[in-house]
């Protein structure tokens, strides 16, 4: 049996580092707005078509030593990073989130979970390098979050406290958000801030988003004071905060409740 969930194991990492360059090419396109489903992929340097053998996950960078095969000009870790990512999160979803026995673990719960890691992957990206989170990420985080419920529904895990935890997630934090928004006129926390963590804690429930607010926050702190300290210069403007609520999203959901009710059991 560990053996046949160890086989599932690995196809189920290279499907997600499959899906990891289908995000590269979203982490890429959707910012500027073009089509993701049209034109070939070509290299940003001397825009050369690539084809299958430049384009196969993790595999043609590492055997490409990080290089482009035409112009050899140096491809971004990114590429290999986000495929490593995906996949690494999908196997952990299996194995935690969806009881990872064999073929059982195959289920509308890890489609959900899927989805759910790699939205909060794009949006990590993108909200970084241009501090926008597109709305398509958020509906799909959404989508996922259906697809728990259905999975629920079908296992009969379902009830009505259940549910009801998953609408109050939806509210908690994103109605705290939009209140600081408001109060600050916009300038200390985006729209897109406020409709990410709404479909997380649709997606996650109440406890582990508002356990998430604050591992985001805590990860906010740690690399505001490491890059004070690695890069010793001012940072120019604002941190955009959706990388880290889609780090402390993507933590809690396999930790999230279980510190909520450590931390609850204390009184
Ligand atoms: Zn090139």
């Not at 690995?10 to 089509?35: K, Q």
């Not at 070939?40 to 078509?49: A, D, K, V, W």
């Not at 985080?141 to 728990?148: A, N, P, R, Y």
Request: proline share 3%; aromatic share 16%; glycine share 12%.
């Amino acid at each position: 049996m560990a053996f046949f969930t160890a086989y599932i194991g690995t196809i189920i990492f290279v499907f997600g580092a499959v899906i990891g360059s289908f995000l590269n090419v979203l982490i890429y396109r959707l910012p500027i707005g073009m089509d993701f489903k049209k034109g070939n992929s070509i290299c940003p340097n001397c825009e050369h078509q690539l084809y299958w053998k430049d384009l196969f996950p993790l595999f043609s960078w590492i055997f490409l030593g990080g290089k482009c095969r035409y112009c050899k000009a140096p491809i971004s870790k990114q590429y290999p990073i986000v495929e490593a990512l995906n996949g690494t999160f999908y196997v952990l979803a299996y194995i935690f989130l969806c009881g990872g026995e064999g073929v059982e673990g195959l289920s509308l719960k890890l489609a959900g979970y899927m989805i759910f890691f790699s939205c909060l992957i794009v949006v990590s990206w993108v909200d970084f390098k241009h501090q926008i989170i597109p709305d398509s990420m958020w509906i799909a985080i959404l989508v996922g979050g259906l697809f728990i419920v259905g999975d629920a529904l079908i296992t009969g895990e379902f009830n009505k406290d259940w549910i009801i935890a998953r609408v109050i997630g939806f509210f908690a934090v994103s109605g705290l958000f939009l209140l600081i928004g408001l109060v600050t006129r916009g300038r200390a926390m985006g729209g897109g801030d406020i409709k990410l963590i709404a479909a997380v804690g649709f997606a996650l429930g109440w406890k582990a988003v508002l356990i998430s607010l604050f591992m985001s926050a805590l990860f906010g702190v740690f690399f505001t004071i490491g890059r004070k300290i690695l890069v010793k210069t001012e940072m120019k403007g604002l941190i955009p905060f959706g990388p880290f609520l889609a780090m402390g999203s993507a933590v809690c959901a396999f930790c999230g409740e279980w510190i909520f009710n450590s931390y609850m059991s204390l009184f």
